[in-house]
């Protein structure tokens, strides 16, 4: 075998002794982290229908236009290999009628973005995420800041400053908007496309058309 087919897809990476065991002593510590909050670990296969992430994240997103690695399969259906968590979840959910309304669910495992290489980012990466359901509420936020800072603090991670961020109400956020986008005026020409388009108030994501 070659040098070359020996190696890796570029962006990509083996994982192996002795590298693997902080991998397996992050997991193990995050498991029993989220036992403790009482959620339970779900596994979603790393492919799914393209559309559950296009209806996740918006079809005028960076990810979804540039950084997804999707293909058709030999039936027509349009597959990517999962960039993020959340929509592979909420898939799951939607199918797992009244024990959905009230799921404490984790996830860990890889994720795959065909983004440009670059220092410190992979194209294979890993992510450990929770989601919680019921009606919003402030406690469910503290509580899942408070499972953050103590996986933290688990993983050995000392001095760690939380820092929260806010629009404010429904009704203040056309204000706040309006504010930032003046702010950002005089730096237009260094933003990126995405970041220029208009943004979807409800989604938080560019619209398609305004």
């Known amino acids: 075998m070659s040098s070359a087919s020996s190696q890796p897809i570029q962006g990509m990476s083996d ?3 002795p590298e693997i065991v902080l991998w397996q002593m992050i997991e193990n510590r995050a498991r029993s982290v989220f036992r403790v ?7 979603t296969p790393v492919l799914e229908h393209t559309k559950i ?7 005028t997103t960076e990810v979804v236009q540039k950084e997804m690695y999707t ?9 990517t290999l999962r960039p993020e968590g959340t929509a592979g979840v909420m898939r799951y959910l939607a199918g797992a009628g009244e024990l959905a309304q009230s799921a404490r669910l984790f996830y860990m495992g890889p994720m795959f973005r065909a983004e440009r290489p670059q220092a410190g980012r992979k194209r294979q990466f890993h992510q450990i995420g929770a989601e919680s359901m019921g009606e919003p ?4 936020d503290a509580e899942c800041i408070a499972l ?5 603090g688990e993983w050995g991670l000392k001095n760690c400053v939380v820092q929260i961020n806010t629009r404010g109400t429904r009704a203040d956020r056309p204000v706040v908007a ?3 986008q003046d702010a950002l005026k005089p730096h237009l020409a260094g933003l990126c496309e995405d970041c220029k388009g208009p943004r979807d108030e409800a989604s938080g994501h560019p619209e398609a058309s305004r």
């Open 15 to 17: 994982l192996a002794s």
């Open 37 to 43: 909050y009482n959620f339970d670990e779900v596994r």
């Open 53 to 59: 992430f296009v209806r996740s994240l918006g079809d």
């Open 71 to 79: 293909f058709e399969d030999r039936g027509g259906r349009s597959l």
């Open 137 to 140: 509420c402030a406690a469910a």
């Open 148 to 152: 953050q800072t103590h996986l933290l």
């Open 178 to 180: 309006a504010k930032l």
